[in-house]
């Protein structure tokens, strides 16, 4: 059975991605070794790193002085990397608590420097994300959260900043086009909507580094990455292969305009479904909606209808639809990989569901 994966991640590939990165793993393009055991200094791992940062920089449209960076750690590693290359002891930086990955960034940083959280919206279990707060001009920079993977809010538009905006941007990397220019750093764990887990891409404004006081070690110093091409110490190559054959796929379907498009259709057909299906209800704000996470949960009154339905999406081969315990229900995550068939599938069953049990 066709199965259709709406995991929060490691997150659905394209097929094609995984087609040729299979072939890779047996053969890399026909040169008798897989990409496994083939040196990350040879000339096969040296054009793939060369191509995925060229279109990362052609993707992202970046602006001169900005550099593309390929580390491991995670996203959670960024939570402290940032602030340890960016804020000085005894100065400030700005961060807006928008859910659980935004609240650790928050925890990590206090280790750094002065932490100011500007607004939270833990209130109300981080069903929207704030707005209108004042952004300190003396802080270093303001750090964002582009889009809340757990409670499936998003910023559909990034608040005038005085100061670099540092943001995490994990799950929605790449599923739009984006005016860098704001930004000293934004940060993507691959696995939601790049490529495998393993590997952590960092695009930073090098003119920020190199003015904290503190010793860095050599691995979470930004500028080493930057000097060395990524290649310090031995790269995730696996991942940083199949990235670029991501990054390929999405330049050859037109990249993050078309990718928006697509995102913006899938979105409106399952928030639709849901906000028609008298069974279902959406937990965030309509206005802070994700294109990438949707959560929902049972409509008031058909609670007990949770675990059959789970059931069901399972036995229809739509799996991955379990809400994150923090907010319960149902989460789709539809990120770039995801045709609109799966989303349709979704919405089928959702609608021959409640034609049953309503
Ligand atoms: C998944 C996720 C993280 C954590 O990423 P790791 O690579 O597991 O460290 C951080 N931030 C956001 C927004 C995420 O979606």
Redesign the pocket.
């Known amino acids: 059975m066709k199965k259709h994966n709406f995991s929060a991640?490691p997150a659905i590939l394209p097929a094609s991605v995984i087609r040729e990165a299979a072939k890779g793993v047996a053969n890399y393009e026909g040169i008798g070794l897989s990409l496994l055991e083939v040196s990350h200094r040879g000339p096969e791992f040296t054009a793939i790193i060369e191509e995925a940062t060229a279109l990362m920089q052609e993707l992202m449209e970046l602006p001169e002085g900005y550099k593309v960076i390929w580390l491991t750690g995670?996203?959670?590693?960024q939570f402290f990397m940032a602030p340890m290359n960016l804020l000085d002891a005894g100065e400030t930086a700005a961060y807006v608590d928008t859910g659980t990955?935004a609240s650790k960034a928050i925890k990590e940083a206090k280790g750094f420097g002065n932490i100011q959280v500007l607004a939270s919206s833990k209130e109300q279990n981080y069903n929207y994300i704030p707005k209108g707060y004042k952004i300190p001009k003396d802080a270093k920079y303001l750090h964002l959260?582009s889009?809340?993977?757990i409670f499936g809010t998003q910023l559909h538009k990034f608040p005038k900043s005085p100061i670099p905006i540092v943001c995490?941007m994990?799950?929605d990397f790449l599923s739009r086009p984006l005016d860098v220019s704001p930004f000293g750093l934004i940060y993507a764990?691959a696995?939601?909507n790049l490529g495998p887990a393993g590997v952590?891409v960092v695009i930073v404004r090098e003119d920020l580094l190199g003015k904290v006081s503190r010793y860095l070690p050599s691995m979470l110093d930004y500028r080493t990455f930057i000097k060395e091409h990524s290649l310090y110490n031995t790269p995730p190559v696996f991942p940083i292969y199949v990235s670029m054959l991501t990054l390929r796929w999405l330049k050859k379907l037109g990249g993050t305009k078309v990718m928006q498009r697509r995102n913006k259709a899938k979105a409106a057909l399952l928030y639709r479904e849901i906000d028609d299906n008298p069974l279902f209800q959406g937990t965030a704000l309509k206005q802070d909606r994700s294109l990438m996470n949707v959560c929902f949960v049972m409509a008031p009154g058909y609670e007990s209808l949770e675990k059959e339905f789970l059931k069901e999406t399972e036995a229809n081969g739509l799996v991955g639809l379990k809400g994150h315990r923090s907010v319960g229900g149902f989460r789709a995550s539809i990120y770039n990989a995801m045709p609109k068939q799966g989303v349709q599938a979704l919405v089928n069953l959702m609608r021959d569901f409640a034609n049953r049990k309503a």
């Open positions: 991640g995670g996203a959670s590693t990955w959260t889009n809340n993977t995490d994990s799950s764990g696995q939601k952590t």
